[in-house]
């Protein structure tokens, strides 16, 4: 039987402990090479509404341990502005309405064992690269985090950093009042910790150790004029990359890894986040823009590195850290897909499907 596993269903069998030990072991099978991931692949097409595009969005990986994974994405995405900020929109039939599934199967018989709703699994597994990110490379007394961003990555990422920093305070700004009030008011309930909700963006790096921008707006928004020194810097959205300012400051910058090279085309290997493919490119300024790759090449270490005593990571209190993941998500999926699998069928959660339904007796 194959399993249909919904994101109710990985609320109740997935721990963030699980999702950053599955990652990083992950992360580690590729470095030993017992592990295979690429690049993400979008695929963009124009849709009939003015300003919107279809976007097919595919990343896949899978290792010796037994599982492989391919996570799909099927949206139309578009720009909007809020409160003066440039941010990407997407949906899947209609606004409030997505479509991302991971398709797990076997890599022994390849079977398909599981379909698995992303939306869970995608703030988990981000969240989860944040805190492998400050379990390296944060000051061991950091305990103030700053956020810009209210939503659920920031929601994610307090869950994910707790479980490697003792955190004890939370300054967080978003654009609407509303949602960072009741953001402060959750995370107060659910994790103990203080909470400071600012007034302006600039007041969240005051005594920040971490500082964490979260955010789905198309620009960056941090701004490194505030950084303190000793900070450790995290960065969703925003084009990938913190602002210029904030990359002038930093002095360790860590990537977790790059995709392999193809068998047989060593150096043909790329660091971009994703490639993107394009029907009439020249009608989106996105499609024609390329993803960012490594962004600090005299800065940069990897995580390889750190894990096998090649660099020594942060070596002063006052050293201003960057950590992301690099283009690695395929790695991410079937470790964290395979994990939700195993618990599902012992807990006896989950749709079972005849796997026959997905089978057939003619080669393709």
Known sequence: MTLIISNDDV??????????????????????????????V????????????YQWGTMEGGSTAGYFATRIKSDVVYESEHHGVRTQEKYCSRPGLYCGLVFLTSV???????????????????????????????????????????????RAHVEAIRCVR????????????????????????????????????????????????????SVPVMDGRHLERGTHLLNIGGGGWPDAESLKRVDIYLRFGNTPDPVGREGLGISDEYLTWAARPGESMQSRKRSHGVALPEKLVYLADLVEGRHPGRTSEDQVTWSERGNLQGAQFFAVAGKIYEKARAAGLGRAIPTEWLLQDIRD
């Open 166 to 217: 003792p955190i004890r305070k939370i300054q967080i700004f978003s654009p609407t009042r509303a949602n960072r009030e009741a953001f402060a008011v959750e995370m107060r309930a659910e994790h103990g910790v203080e909470v400071l909700v600012c007034d302006a963006p600039e007041q969240v790096y005051r005594g920040a150790h971490i500082v964490a921008a979260l955010t789905d707006s």
């Open 11 to 40: 609320r109740k069998l997935l721990t963030m402990e699980e999702t950053i030990d599955a990652l990083e072991a992950s992360y580690r099978a590729l470095v030993t090479r017992e592990a295979v991931c690429r690049p993400r």
């Open 42 to 53: 979008d695929v963009r097409i124009p849709t009939l509404q003015a300003g919107k595009t």
């Open 108 to 154: 022994e018989n390849g079977e398909p064992l599981a379909i698995i709703n992303d939306g869970v699994i995608q703030h988990m597994r981000v969240g989860g690269d944040g805190a492998i990110g400050v379990k390296y490379l944060a000051r061991k007394d950091a305990e103030v985090v700053g956020m810009l961003g209210s939503g659920g990555m920031a």
